[in-house]
Every structure is written in structure tokens, then in C-alpha cells.
């Protein structure tokens, strides 16, 4: 199996490198990194990675509009054109560790998605405050109940696709463009009958770099659990 891992990135300068380098050693793994015009010197640093693993990584430089949304849905959308047999999403500031592929890769043997989830085995966190902690436990119980979702975590960003699930769904429709894009992909992932499944990660929290998490895109997650059930209607869950 040829996995093309999806890494949007903005400001990542100094996390990007290790990133990549965790991600290069599995051998059935590429990288596509989104870069949305990064200040900091992102995308020529990840060109020089595509140099260093030709053939392994590409670089795509955005235009236009920033967000998380618009780059996952160019993302995507340009992975599918590609011949990778799974499609990933992955975080770029080292939270996600890439050392958990293989068990996410080898879990598509029973699911159309898989999830690296922090709350299967109680709450796997490291690093986060108090606060950080409960408000994302909030978040993942209100998307649950306003939605219908049944995974345990609805807002992890470390995910694997089999490309013919991900091909079915609208990426042309998602209108969030902050954090509340990787609820509405799991919606419709869930609306259009895949078979989702989670793994346990152990999530760290960034040590370079700072977070994205705006007032903006806090309220946008608040809104979109809402918007997407008037728009396709509240989930009936069943096992996963």
C-alpha cells in the first residue's frame, strides 16, 4: 500500500524537518505539504526536503485565501489526482508522531477511515493545561451529541483514508475553513456510510511554533456541528 500523507502547514519552519523525516521512515510513505505562503520560510525549507527525498515529496504553494479548510480541500483534492492507494492527514507541529502510521495503515484493513484518537484510553495528552484538556473534551461530547457522530474523538486531525471512501465524499461543499473542517470531513464520512474506526495515539502538545486556535475558529466549531445536521440531518449511530 502507497500512503500520501496530507501536511498543511503555516509557520512550521521549525518543526517541518523532523515532521518529514519521522513521516520518510516508513518506505510506503509520501508527503504532500500545503504550504499557505508562510512567512517563516516554510515552503522553501520544504522544497529543500523534496530535493533531499525526490519522487517522496511534494510541495504544493497555495494561493489566495488562508485557512486550514481551503488547504486541506486543495490538499485533497490534488491527492486523489494522484496514484497513492490511502490518503493521511497529519498535524506539522509534531503532536501527531508519525511513529503511529503503521498501526493506523494496518487498521484500513477493517475501516474505510481511520482516526489516531487521544480518548480511547482515558485522556492521552501531554503538555496541555487544564483548560486545553476540558475544552476539548466539551467539544468532542457537544459534537457527539448535537451530531450523532459515535467516534470517541471527532476533532483529532491524525487520520488515514482509503482513497475510494474519500473519493465519495463532497470536499467541493466544505464550507469550514478553521478546525470544525475535520468535523464536517468525519460527517460526511459518516452520511455517506464509511466504516470508521479509531486507534490510540498519544497526542504532545507543540514545543515550537503557536497554535492557530483563534476566537474565529472557536466559534465557527461551535457552529458547524449545527449547520451540518440542518444541511444532511442528525446521524443514527451504530457500531463503528
Not at 474565529?216 to 440542518?230: D, G, H, N, Q, Y
Request: charged share 25%.
Amino acid at each position: 500500500m502507497t500512503l500520501l500523507i496530507v501536511l498543511p502547514t503555516y509557520n512550521e519552519r521549525l518543526n517541518l524537518t523532523r515532521v518529514a523525516e519521522g513521516v520518510m521512515q516508513h518506505p510506503y510513505t509520501r508527503l504532500l505539504v500545503v504550504d499557505d505562503e508562510s512567512p517563516d520560510g516554510t515552503g522553501e525549507l520544504a522544497e529543500e526536503l523534496a530535493a533531499r527525498w525526490p519522487g517522496r515529496i511534494e510541495v504544493f504553494h497555495r494561493r489566495g485565501p488562508r485557512g486550514l479548510g481551503l488547504a486541506y480541500v486543495d490538499g485533497l483534492r490534488r491527492a486523489l489526482a494522484s496514484d497513492a492507494d490511502a490518503i493521511g492527514q497529519m498535524d506539522a507541529d509534531l503532536s501527531h508522531d508519525p511513529s503511529y502510521i503503521p498501526s493506523l495503515v494496518e487498521a484500513l484493513e477493517h475501516y474505510d477511515l481511520v482516526i489516531g484518537s487521544r480518548y480511547l484510553q482515558g485522556v492521552s495528552v501531554i503538555n496541555w493545561p487544564l483548560h486545553r484538556i476540558m475544552l476539548s473534551a466539551f467539544a468532542n461530547r457537544y459534537i457527539r451529541f448535537v451530531t450523532g457522530l459515535a467516534p470517541r474523538d471527532c476533532t483529532s486531525g491524525f487520520r488515514v483514508w482509503r482513497r475510494d471512501a474519500l473519493a465519495k465524499l463532497p470536499l467541493q461543499r466544505a464550507r469550514a475553513n478553521g478546525y470544525a473542517f475535520l468535523t464536517e470531513m468525519l460527517y460526511e464520512a459518516a452520511r455517506h456510510g464509511c466504516r470508521i474506526g479509531e486507534v490510540p495515539i498519544v497526542f504532545v502538545e507543540r514545543q515550537e511554533g503557536y497554535s492557530k486556535v483563534s476566537q474565529k475558529v472557536l466559534a465557527e466549531s461551535l457552529w458547524t456541528p449545527w449547520r451540518l445536521v440542518l444541511r444532511g440531518g442528525r446521524l443514527r449511530r451504530s457500531p463503528s
